[in-house]
T-cell receptor, first 120, second 116 residues
Framework: GAVVSQHPSWVICKSGTSVKIECRSL??????MFWYRQFPKQSLMLMAT?????????EQGVEKDKFLINHASLTLSTLTVTSAHPEDSSFYIC????????????????FGPGTRLTVL | AQSVTQLDSHVSVSEGTPVLLRCNYS??????LFWYVQHPNKGLQLLLK??????LVKGINGFEAEFKKSETSFHLTKPSAHMSDAAEYFC??????????????FGTGTRLLVSP
């Protein structure tokens, strides 16, 4: 199956600093990637849809200036949490579907292992 | 709007007994539905998916789910629980985007506990 990686797997930072999280599709190209946030013992909430070569689409209530998304290549999307605060501490997960033109399916997504962010 | 409701936050079973995890959906069109499993410190794994083909869907590890339109349900079952089945299970519905891709809406999750 397709593999999606995330880096780093965990990060601890001080309040007010920025943190960048990478999401890579290792063996396929992904024109679209998704970013989710999962608070402890809660469900996954979609934050934004990352589109290669264009602006990301953010879900209602997600601050686009705080969570910067860059999808600069067909295998890499980055999420930058700017001026992080303790309430941003969470588990961030990305996913990507394989384009149907390349044998994938619009409705099947492959998930990364997640990045645990702790803001002190 | 597309949504799913998982009726139980926790389900406890004994090893070897049947598993039933309940999920009801709300959709304005024929939905695509999924069950994902999340083991501690591991990534999400797709168990099975329904995309308007057969209403009884078989997945990995002996799990299956039945799509019942009349009841707007998509319950997950397994005949005999194994200790390794202990995990968090998410019922998921997809929402079509203009690009053709689909974003996922997750239920609140059901934690399955399996006792010896």
């Amino acid at each position: 199956g397709a593999v999606v990686s995330q880096h780093p797997s965990w990060v601890i930072c001080k309040s007010g600093t920025s943190v960048k999280i990478e999401c890579r599709s290792l063996d396929f190209q992904a024109t679209t990637m998704f970013w989710y946030r999962q608070f402890p013992k809660q469900s996954l909430m979609l934050m934004a849809t990352s589109n290669e070569g264009s602006k990301a689409t953010y879900e209602q209530g997600v601050e686009k200036d705080k969570f910067l998304i860059n999808h600069a290549s067909l295998t890499l999307s980055t999420l930058t949490v700017t001026s992080a605060h303790p309430e941003d501490s969470s588990f961030y997960i990305c996913s990507a579907p394989i384009n149907p033109q390349r044998g994938g399916s619009y409705n099947e997504q492959f998930f990364g292992p997640g990045t645990r962010l702790t803001v002190l | 709007a597309q949504s799913v409701t998982q009726l139980d936050s926790h389900v406890s079973v004994s090893e070897g007994t049947p598993v039933l995890l309940r999920c009801n959906y709300s959709s304005s069109y024929s939905p695509s539905l999924f069950w994902y499993v999340q083991h501690p410190n591991k990534g999400l794994q797709l168990l099975l998916k329904y995309t308007s083909a057969a209403t009884l869907v078989k997945g990995i590890n002996g799990f299956e789910a039945e799509f019942k339109k009349s009841e707007t349900s998509f319950h997950l079952t397994k005949p005999s629980a194994h200790m390794s089945d202990a995990a968090e299970y998410f019922c998921v519905v997809s929402v079509r985007l203009n690009t053709g891709f689909q974003k996922l809406v997750f239920g609140t999750g059901t934690r399955l506990l399996v006792s010896p």
